[in-house]
């Protein structure tokens, strides 16, 4: 799926939205340049997703920012039957070959598409969503916030949502450039969304309940909140 076509249009803090628009293109190069940048060892969140998902009898899954799939293998390695979205297209291409070079295929489907736009599924097909650091890439707060009311229509009566975020105690927020909100590029062009409690606490209003946990990945390190939601 294309991308909207904003033009000049601004948003808060007169963040020019083409900006934001760029990440898109950037990422697609990133992801050409190589095909495992985030390697292909499962994330710590996917792990202790599955677990979730496992006890509570979660079969169906819907992965939103699935990059070049380390977790999407992983959840099919599983047993979880997984749709995989990605705004590229060479991650869900990559995602494909992975799977079925793993004998995989069969639990796998990946898809391109702009998670800023209606998710492409009908009200309650998922029994859970999952997505590691979709949620503090270039989207606006008001962008997700309408990403958590897509995901949440897609989600089954009891269904839970599983992401992460970035939050302000990291080393980077407040470095670079500032683009808009708590937006900053950071080194290597990436714009990085840094969350407060606050702002998972605003994203969880329209839900059952909401857990929070804080953990660290990479040499930084990052610093991140895993959030559970439940419909």
């Known amino acids: 799926m294309n991308l909207e076509d904003t033009g ?23 992801f050409s340049n190589t095909c495992s940048r985030f390697g292909d060892k499962p994330s710590y969140p996917a792990r202790k997703a599955a677990s979730v998902f496992e006890k509570e009898g979660k ?44 004998g995989l295929g069969e639990y796998v489907t990946a898809l391109r598409h702009d998670v800023r736009n209606p998710l492409p599924f009908e009200d309650g097909t998922f029994d859970a969503c999952y997505s590691h650091m979709l949620y503090c890439m270039a989207l606006t707060t008001e962008e997700l916030e309408f990403l958590c009311k897509e995901i949440k229509r897609v989600l089954k009566p009891g269904g839970i949502n599983i992401y992460t975020a970035r939050h302000t105690g990291d080393a980077h927020y407040g470095t670079g450039k500032h683009r808009g909100e708590d937006m900053y ?11 407060s ?35």
């Open 8 to 30: 000049s249009e601004k948003v808060e803090y007169g963040t020019e939205k083409e900006i934001l628009n760029e990440q898109q293109p950037h990422w697609e190069k990133v």
């Open 197 to 231: 409690r606050e702002k998972v606490e605003h994203l969880a209003k329209g839900y059952g309940s909401f857990e929070l946990e804080e953990f660290e990945e990479g040499e930084l390190p990052r610093k991140l909140y895993l959030v559970t939601m439940r419909k």
């Open 185 to 195: 590029e950071i080194a290597g062009g990436f714009i990085v969304h840094f969350f």
């Open 59 to 102: 079969k169906k899954i819907l992965e939103l920012g699935g990059g070049q799939g380390r977790d999407t293998c992983f959840f099919a390695s599983r047993g979880f039957s997984v749709h995989s979205l990605d705004y590229t297209e060479s991650g869900p291409k990559a995602i494909k070959e992975k799977a079925e070079e793993a």
